[in-house]
C-alpha cells in the first residue's frame, strides 16, 4: 500500500513541476481549465514549483 501512494505522490509531483516550468517559460497554463482564472502565469508557475518541491520531499 506504502508503494502506490509512493507512486502517486511522484506523480503528482512531477506533474506540479513540469506544469510550472512550463508556465514560466511560456507565459501560459497547460491546463485549459485554469486558464481563465489565472491572470499572472509566472507567480501561478513559480508557486506549482514550490507545491511540487514541497511534495516531493
Known amino acids: 500500500m506504502a ?3 509512493l507512486v502517486i505522490r511522484i506523480v503528482l509531483s512531477l506533474t506540479c513541476v ?3 516550468i512550463w508556465a ?3 507565459g501560459r497554463i ?4 485554469l486558464r481563465r482564472s489565472v491572470h499572472r ?6 508557486g506549482a514549483l514550490l507545491l511540487g518541491s514541497a511534495i516531493g520531499l
Open 3 to 5: 508503494t502506490v501512494f
Open 30 to 33: 497547460a491546463f485549459p481549465w
Open 41 to 46: 502565469p509566472g507567480m501561478w508557475g513559480a
Open 18 to 20: 513540469a506544469a510550472g
Open 24 to 26: 514560466m517559460a511560456t
